[in-house]
């Protein structure tokens, strides 16, 4: 079984700052890939970033220039760095992970979510 936990959400104004991470614990081999989504009410949930065990980076437009992601490979953990928020950042962010329980299992895993509210 895995978990995926995130923390880091939070309510702030308009230019402000604010990072999320998430931890992925229990029966891991390998994680192939870690991920934010975010979703609105009435919206689908829609790809942030997402970051592969090389590192390769795929950022929505929206985001670019303003949100960093990166991972910690030891620490089974995801960060994302948001910066010079704007009221339309604000949804509940998921955090996302493709991982190997096994040589040969696998599966697709989703955290909690946390609220990230931008207002003034």
């Known amino acids: 079984q895995v978990q995926l936990v995130e923390s880091g959400g939070g309510l702030l104004q308009p230019g402000g700052s604010l990072s999320v991470s998430c931890v992925a614990s229990?029966?891991?081999?390998?994680?192939?890939?870690m991920a934010w989504y975010r979703q609105t009410p009435g919206k689908e949930r829609e790809l942030v970033a997402s970051i592969n065990a090389g590192g390769a980076i795929n950022s929505a437009e929206s985001v670019k220039g303003r949100f960093t992601i990166s991972r910690d490979n030891a620490k089974n953990t995801v960060n994302l760095q948001m910066n010079s928020l704007k009221p339309e950042d604000t949804a509940v962010y998921y955090c996302?992970?493709?991982?190997?329980?096994?040589?040969?299992?696998?599966?697709?895993?989703w955290g909690q979510g946390t609220q990230v509210t931008v207002s003034s």
């Open positions: 229990g029966n891991i081999f390998r994680i192939i890939a």
């Open positions: 996302n992970a493709h991982i190997y329980t096994s040589v040969r299992d696998w599966g697709i895993y």
